[in-house]
């Protein structure tokens, strides 16, 4: 637990500290039997806040800095047909939650807003900057620590929310779902990182829709982008659990497996060690998950980079750290643990999908981030 720490992330930041996000919330809790796949609206916080909280818990027990508000959509849709209640009671009720785990856990309360209606339907500035601002009443109500400006699929609504963000006075971070081949218009991720910083975000990056190592790859385009236009914000990666090496311009949305069966695309938890330390090494400061990234996912981030965080997670009471418990039945001459005390045996590992029909991908019409020619 860090009690003492401050909540002002980008104090954090300054001072050097590598920031450790939390993981998926709508698509676990969809898996829990909390949400609707489809809908993949909140409406658990007043439902079950218990799931909420115990999630959010989970998080902050496998080291994750940031406590997410489960909140979502900034206006009264998309719920399903039973739930009766209103976007503004479930995202209280959803920041009280955040409230309550960050008070015991230390954590930093972050509030998200996300690309909107207004943008599809009139593409005008005022149109999403008072949608946006709907999202955004709530969270400042509830003086969140940071305000996420997160899953923007174009460079230009980005902007617009970027501007709003900032006339809160509160730290903010912008990231963007998009892939290597840049933003719905074609905006390159360079110009895109380019662009967000110099609208003033102090954090920018990419969140969701592709899979660990594709964010890399995008967020590496990112900086060369910075890195040239002489920029340096701080960078954040929080990508998705599955991998996607075959996903649309959507990412997995545009996968067979989506929603329902997207299991054997799993990432293990030393992909996540070696995406947090290639991200890491690539200068990304905070480094978390988006949808599929679950908490054991985020120790194995938190526990890779504790020689430089200087703690260990809560919950890696249980993670069997340097292996010693797979390590001493290696020693009484079981063959089945053999190697298995070893992490570079793990890190190395390539793990089968234990179905003999499967295909390691989708023959995608679209694909975004392999050459076509690899799935003719
Ligand atoms: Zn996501």
Request: charge should be negative; include cysteine.
């Amino acid at each position: 637990m860090s009690a003492e720490k401050s909540k002002n992330i980008l104090e954090r930041l300054g001072n050097g500290e590598v920031i450790i996000g939390d993981g998926s919330y709508v698509n676990t809790l969809e898996k829990r039997g909390y949400v609707l796949a489809g809908c993949y609206t909140p409406e658990a916080s007043v439902e079950n806040p218990h799931a909420v909280e115990e999630l959010a818990i989970e998080y902050a027990r496998a080291g994750a800095d940031i406590t997410q508000t489960f909140t979502f959509y900034s206006r009264d849709v998309g719920t399903p047909k039973d739930v009766k209640l209103t976007c503004l009671e479930i995202n209280k009720a959803s920041c009280e939650i955040a409230k309550k785990v960050s008070n015991k856990w230390g954590t930093i309360v972050a509030g998200g807003i996300i690309q909107t209606a207004a943008f599809k339907q009139t593409r005008d500035k005022n149109d999403v900057q008072a949608e946006l601002r709907e999202g955004l009443e709530v969270l400042i109500q509830n003086d969140i620590d940071l305000i996420i400006v997160e899953y923007f699929r174009n460079i230009v609504e980005m902007e617009w929310a970027i501007e709003l963000a900032l006339s809160y006075g509160k730290p903010v971070a912008a990231t963007m779902c998009i892939g290597p081949k840049g933003d719905a218009s074609g905006v390159s991720p360079a110009e895109c990182a380019v662009r967000m910083a110099k609208a003033g975000a102090p954090i920018i990056g990419i969140n969701c829709l592709f899979d660990p190592f594709i964010a890399l790859e995008t967020i590496s385009k990112m900086k060369a982008g910075l890195d040239g236009a002489g920029l340096s914000p701080y960078l954040m990666c929080q990508p998705l659990g599955y991998r996607t090496p075959d996903g649309g311009s959507y990412g997995w949305i545009y996968l067979p497996e989506f929603p329902h069966a997207m299991e054997p695309r799993q990432v293990t938890r030393y992909e996540c060690a070696r995406f947090a330390r290639e991200a890491y090494n690539l200068g990304v400061r905070i480094i978390g998950g988006c949808c599929g990234i679950e908490s054991y996912h985020i120790r194995a981030m938190a526990e890779e980079l504790a020689p430089e965080r200087n703690c260990l997670p809560t919950a890696s009471r249980k993670s069997d750290l340097d292996l010693s418990t797979l390590k001493e039945k290696e020693d009484k001459g079981r063959p089945e643990f053999k190697g298995k005390g070893c992490k570079d045996y793990w890190m190395n590992l390539v793990p089968c999908t234990g179905r003999p029909l499967s295909a390691p991908m989708f023959r995608q019409a679209d694909p975004e981030t392999v050459n076509p020619s690899v799935l003719n």
